[in-house]
C-alpha cells in the first residue's frame, strides 16, 4: 500500500488499524517517503503487536526527469511486441528476485501481456539482433510517465545497455506527450544511480519499503 500524509502518532496508530481492518487487511507492506513511511510501518506493528513486525526491503530514490540527454551506445533500440512476451516475464521475474526477494510470487508473463495491451511502452536494446536491455514505461497519467522496470541480465552490463534503453523509453514516454517523467533507483546500487543522472533525471526524495512478518 502507498503511505498516506503524516500524522500524530496515536492517529497514525488508530489510522494503520482502519486500514488493515476496513481496507486491505492482507497488504504486504508499505512503501512511501521513508519518514512517513517507516512511521506507518511502526504504527502498523504497534497496532498488531501481537503478531506483526516490520523488515525494510528495499531503499530507493526518486528522480525527474530534466533535459534527456541520450548515451552513445553500441547498439539499436526499438519497441517490444507481443513476440517479446515470453522474453520480458522471463526478466520481470529476474528484476523482481534480485531487486525486491521478498516481493509475493507473481504471474510476471501476464503482467507484461496485460501491459502491452494496455499501451505501455516497453523498450529493448539490441546488440547484433540479440537483447540486451529491456526498460518499461507507463502511459502518462495527467501527463506523468513512470519508468521502470529497468532490467540487463548479468551477462550484459557494463556496457552502457542500461543507459540507452532507459533513455528510449523516457523518449518514448515524452512522445506520448509526458510532461513529467520519474523513476526509482535502488540506494544500494550506484552505478544505477549514476546512469540516469547522466542522461538527465535529477534526485527529488528519497523512499523506502517495508514489509510485514508474521
Known amino acids: 500500500m502507498a503511505v498516506p500524509g503524516s500524522r500524530p502518532p496515536g492517529r497514525r496508530r488508530d489510522l494503520?488499524?482502519?486500514i488493515a481492518a476496513e481496507v486491505d487487511p492482507e497488504a504486504p507492506g508499505v512503501t512511501g517517503p521513508?519518514?512517513?513511511s517507516h512511521a506507518f510501518a511502526t504504527a502498523f506493528a504497534t497496532a498488531f503487536a501481537a503478531d506483526?513486525?516490520?523488515?525494510e526491503s528495499l531503499a530507493t530514490r526518486l528522480y525527474r526527469l530534466g533535459t534527456l540527454v541520450p548515451p552513445t551506445s553500441p547498439g539499436t533500440g526499438r519497441l517490444a511486441t507481443e513476440a517479446d512476451i515470453e522474453l520480458l516475464g522471463a526478466w520481470r521475474k529476474a528484476f523482481t528476485r534480485e531487486a525486491v526477494p521478498e516481493a509475493p510470487d507473481e504471474e510476471a508473463t501476464e503482467i507484461v501481456r496485460s501491459s502491452l495491451r494496455?499501451?505501455?511502452g516497453h523498450a529493448l536494446w539490441e546488440v547484433d539482433g540479440t537483447p540486451v536491455a529491456w526498460a518499461a514505461a507507463s502511459l502518462?497519467?495527467?501527463g506523468m510517465t513512470r519508468v521502470g522496470p529497468v532490467y540487463t541480465p548479468p551477462e550484459h552490463r557494463k556496457h552502457g545497455y542500461g543507459a540507452a534503453v532507459s533513455a528510449l523509453a523516457s523518449q518514448w514516454a515524452?512522445?506520448?506527450g509526458a510532461t513529467d517523467v520519474i523513476l526509482f533507483a535502488d540506494?544500494?546500487?550506484p552505478i544505477s544511480n549514476s546512469i540516469y543522472q547522466r542522461i538527465g533525471y535529477q534526485p527529488l526524495d528519497d523512499w523506502a519499503e517495508f514489509w510485514?512478518?508474521?
Open 212 to 214: 510485514w512478518k508474521r
Open 16 to 18: 494503520a488499524a482502519q
Open 52 to 55: 506483526r513486525s516490520f523488515t
Open 118 to 120: 494496455l499501451g505501455n
Open 34 to 36: 521513508r519518514q512517513r
Open 140 to 142: 502518462p497519467q495527467v
Open 187 to 189: 540506494l544500494t546500487n
Open 174 to 176: 515524452l512522445d506520448q
